[in-house]
């Protein structure tokens, strides 16, 4: 079976194929970073708009990339949510539109869910059950995995997500967008043991998380050390990114403590991160991350996640459903 994915759920368009036997076999993304940089965030009409203008195109070329032809595709996987309620809308109505065309059968994916499947891409995946840390600009949580639609939340972010708290972090220590990649581009040369900011929630039992705190204490310390020095600059930006990631971690240990499972798999868009890999890799257990091309929103985790579920059998009637907000645990096991 081949499955064509796509992914809009907000500030990148991205759109891949895979089949049964051949695995990813045309992988395009097209990055808004330039279109939204200006803002320091994603403006959800501008989102919209650029994914009309481009996923027609990459939808062609991945075709193209890859040696097949529209008459080739078997199925369509497209995100169905949670995300931006007009960029989720355009990949939603392409998709569905298309497999119409193409009499052929039509899933919305879980964003959520194709990022935790992402590390089942590599030649030596991980074994059900696992702990899946979901974290990027949008969501931070900590989901047990038993199989393919089986899912426990058991802690999430209360308030900002790890991603968004880079790029708000990033923006106050007058860095570019997105935030991740900036603050670690600084952190590489400074000091993260200078300033003693917090690591919130690791005092108290549960599995939940809350970043607001820490990005007000990053605050008041640039606040404090006016004129803000290069040197100091780093200084904070490694601070901030070690508070992020040993936060992370307790909680990690926690979960794994918690479900007696051998394996944590790390995804979303802060899975690049250099810091958490590292720090990561020093659990006691078996560590998991998608190849960093697959850290980001990708058309290949969907249509993977996609096919998994449509070898089973589930697809979507002809109705153009988007859900901005999606319970994971609501979802149909395979």
């Known amino acids: 079976m081949l499955v064509l994915g796509i992914e809009t759920s907000c500030d990148e368009t991205a759109v891949a194929l895979y089949e049964s ?45 890859a040696k097949f032809a529209l008459r080739d595709i078997n199925a369509v996987a497209y995100t169905s949510g949670p995300g931006l309620m007009g960029a989720l809308m355009v990949g939603a109505s392409i998709g569905r539109s298309l497999a119409w065309a193409l009499n052929i059968p039509a899933l919305g994916v879980h964003h959520m869910e194709a990022h935790l499947l992402a590390p089942l891409l590599d030649r030596s ?87 607001s705190g820490l990005k007000t204490a990053v605050k008041l310390e640039i606040e404090k050390q006016q004129p803000l020095s290069s040197e100091c600059l780093a200084d904070i930006a490694a601070s901030f990114e070690r508070a992020i990631v040993d936060t992370l971690i307790v909680k990690c240990q926690r979960a794994i403590a918690e479900t007696n499972v051998e394996s944590l798999v790390v995804a979303g868009g802060v899975a690049a991160n250099k810091t958490l890999r590292e720090e990561t890799h020093k659990l006691d257990c078996r560590v998991y991350f998608p190849s960093e091309s697959l850290c980001t929103d990708n058309g290949a985790m969907v249509a993977f996640a996609g096919h998994q579920r449509l070898t089973s059998d589930v697809s979507d009637t002809l109705a153009i459903e988007v859900r901005p907000r999606w319970n994971l645990e609501r979802l149909e096991v395979v």
Not at 35 to 64: M, N, T, W
Not at 197 to 209: I, K, N, Q
């Open 125 to 211: 995946p991980p074994d059900f059950p696992f702990v899946a840390l979901l974290v990027s600009g949008g969501h931070t949580q900590l989901v047990f995995v038993r199989a393919i639609g089986d899912y426990r939340l058991l802690g999430q972010s209360l308030d900002d997500a790890a991603g968004e708290a880079f790029d708000k972090t990033a923006q106050l220590l007058g860095l570019g967008y997105p935030g991740g990649p900036e603050i670690s581009r600084v952190a590489s040369s400074g000091d993260p043991t200078r300033f003693n900011l917090p690591r919130p929630m690791t005092d108290r039992a549960g599995l939940d998380f809350s970043f």
């Open 21 to 65: 036997e051949r695995g990813i076999c045309g992988h395009c993304i097209y990055s808004q970073t330039e279109l939204h940089e200006r803002y320091g965030g994603v403006v959800p009409e501008l989102a919209s708009r650029d994914h009309v203008q481009k996923l027609l195109p990459l939808i062609r070329q991945s075709l193209h990339k």
